[in-house]
C-alpha cells in the first residue's frame, strides 16, 4: 500500500546547529503536509505544500516539496530549544480521503 | 478557536472490557479521523469518517469500531481491550479530507492491564 517514509527517526544537535528531516512517499501526491508535536502534545499543522518544486519558508523553518511530489523536506536554521519535539510530514491518499503520516523525526536540542 | 475535544487523557482499563473514546469538534467539519500513536511508528489511521453515520476503516481496524451518530461527534470503541492495544489515540477533524489541514485532539493514553 502507499508508503510516507521519513528519515532520520531522531536527530540530537547542539542549539545553534541546522536541522533537516526528509520525507519520501512511494506515491505521487497531491499535497504534503507537516505537523510538529510537542513532548506530550498533540500535532499541530505546521504548513501545506501544493506546487511542484515548491519552497515555504516560516522563520527559521524551509520546506520543499520535491518536483515529482513524492518527496519534502523541513530545515530549521540555528536550533532553538523551542524547536524539540516530533515533525511529522503527511500526504493524502490516492482518493484523497484520508492522511498518510510518516514515522516522524525526533528532534532533541541541547543548550 | 477550533477545538476538538477527547473525553479522557488517561485511561487504565483490563482486559476484556469494553472502552469508549469519545471525541468532539466545535468547527463542523465533515471528516474526522481516529489514529493510534505508537513509537517508532507514527499516526497509524484506524478509521475514518466522512459524513453522520458513515465510517471507513483505515490501516489498522483490527480490534475497533466506530460511530457517529451527529456530525460533530466520532467515538472509537474497543469491544474487548487486549494489552496491545495499550497505546495514545488521537482523534482528528478537517474541513476537505485527506487534502487539508487536520485538527487534532490532546490525546487518550489508553493502558490495558
Known amino acids: 500500500g502507499q508508503q510516507v517514509m521519513q528519515i532520520p527517526q531522531y536527530q540530537h544537535v547542539q542549539e545553534g546547529e541546522d536541522f533537516t528531516t526528509y520525507c519520501n512517499s512511494s506515491?505521487?501526491?497531491?499535497?504534503i503536509q507537516w505537523y510538529k508535536q510537542r513532548p506530550g502534545g498533540h500535532p499541530v499543522f505546521l504548513i501545506q505544500?501544493?506546487?511542484?518544486?515548491e519552497v515555504k519558508k516560516q522563520k527559521r523553518l524551509t520546506f520543499q516539496f520535491g518536483e515529482a511530489k513524492k518527496n519534502s523536506s523541513l530545515h530549521i536554521t540555528a536550533t532553538q530549544t523551542t524547536d524539540v519535539g516530533t515533525y511529522f510530514c503527511?500526504?493524502?491518499?490516492?482518493?484523497?480521503?484520508?492522511?498518510?503520516f510518516g514515522a516522524g523525526t525526533r528532534l532533541f536540542v541541547k543548550a | 478557536d477550533v477545538k476538538v475535544t477527547q473525553s479522557s487523557r488517561y485511561l487504565v482499563k483490563r482486559t476484556g472490557e469494553k472502552v469508549f473514546l469519545e471525541c468532539v469538534q466545535d468547527?463542523?467539519?465533515?471528516?474526522m479521523f481516529w489514529y493510534r500513536q505508537d513509537p517508532g511508528l507514527g499516526l497509524r489511521l484506524i478509521y475514518f469518517?466522512?459524513?453522520?453515520?458513515?465510517?471507513e476503516k483505515g490501516d489498522i481496524p483490527e480490534g475497533y469500531s466506530v460511530s457517529r451518530e451527529k456530525k460533530e461527534r466520532f467515538s472509537l470503541i474497543l469491544e474487548s481491550a487486549s494489552t496491545n492495544q495499550t497505546s495514545m489515540y488521537l482523534c482528528?477533524?478537517?474541513?476537505?479530507?485527506?487534502?487539508?489541514?487536520?485538527?487534532f485532539g490532546e490525546g487518550s493514553r489508553l493502558t490495558v492491564l
Open positions: 482528528a477533524s478537517s474541513f476537505n479530507g485527506g487534502v487539508g489541514e487536520l485538527f
Open positions: 506515491t505521487t501526491l497531491s499535497n
Open positions: 505544500l501544493v506546487k511542484s518544486g
Open positions: 503527511a500526504g493524502p491518499n490516492t482518493g484523497g480521503f484520508k492522511t498518510i
Open positions: 468547527m463542523d467539519h465533515e471528516n
Open positions: 469518517s466522512y459524513d453522520v453515520k458513515m465510517k
